[in-house]
Every structure is written in structure tokens, then in C-alpha cells.
């Protein structure tokens, strides 16, 4: 089964990883954190504002590939810190108001400045 890269400028990117790939019908979409491409700079300080804009950041990718957020089946969440457990819900929950995906929360296993959320995701698509 061959793999597409997906790639837009309307989300953070690195040479180190692709955006998302495809395969198949999954698009499985790379750690994404909040940084806002407009500025380059994270979105703000707080679990709330971080998870809003890598929620964007996923729904941008998404969109690249020809999916959406209805599209999503499982969420892969890391936490710098285990004490914004509460506030990420908080903002989570706008997002997914019902039948959320399927998600595991856990632990960043790395200390990056100022980042406090990496979300990866899997979508299922027609």
C-alpha cells in the first residue's frame, strides 16, 4: 500500500517529520503542538490556549488530506505537565461536545520550553 505525505503551511512543520501521512484509508497525523504559523510563536501560556491551537493545527492537517475532525478515531495526547489534566478537558470538551474518538492521555517524555500539550491523532477515511 503505497504512503502520501500531507503537507500544508496553515499548520507547524519540520523537516524532521511529516505532517501527516496516508495510508490507505488512515491519515495518521504527527505529534502536533500549539504554535500559531501566523507568528511562529506558541499561541499562549496556558494548557487551555496551547490545546485549542494544536486542535487547530489538526483540523488543518486534516483538511490538507481531504479528512475533518469527524473523520478522527483515536487521539494520542501528552501532557507536560499531569496537573493541566483538567484544564486540557475543559478545552477538549468544546471540541468534542459527543461521541469523542477514541484517546490515551500520558506523560511528554521530553522537556521542550513552553510547551505543555503534543497531540497526534489517527483519521479513517472513504
Not at 117 to 126: L, Q
Request: glycine fraction near 10%; aromatic fraction near 8%; charge should be negative.
Amino acid at each position: 500500500m503505497p504512503r502520501e505525505i500531507i503537507a500544508t503551511p496553515d499548520a507547524p512543520s519540520s523537516p524532521l517529520y511529516s505532517q501527516a501521512v496516508r495510508a490507505g484509508n488512515h491519515v495518521y497525523i504527527s505529534g502536533t503542538v500549539g504554535i500559531d504559523v501566523k507568528t511562529g510563536a506558541l499561541a499562549g501560556g496556558t494548557i487551555q490556549v496551547q490545546t485549542r491551537q494544536a486542535l487547530a493545527n489538526c483540523e488543518a492537517i486534516l483538511k490538507a488530506g481531504g479528512s475533518g475532525m469527524d473523520d478522527l478515531v483515536e487521539f494520542g495526547i501528552l501532557l507536560a505537565r499531569p496537573e493541566d489534566f483538567v484544564g486540557f478537558n475543559e478545552e477538549y470538551a468544546r471540541w468534542f461536545p459527543s461521541d469523542p474518538p477514541a484517546r490515551y492521555v500520558a506523560k511528554l517524555g521530553v522537556d521542550l520550553p513552553g510547551i505543555l500539550i503534543s497531540i497526534r491523532a489517527i483519521a479513517v477515511t472513504a
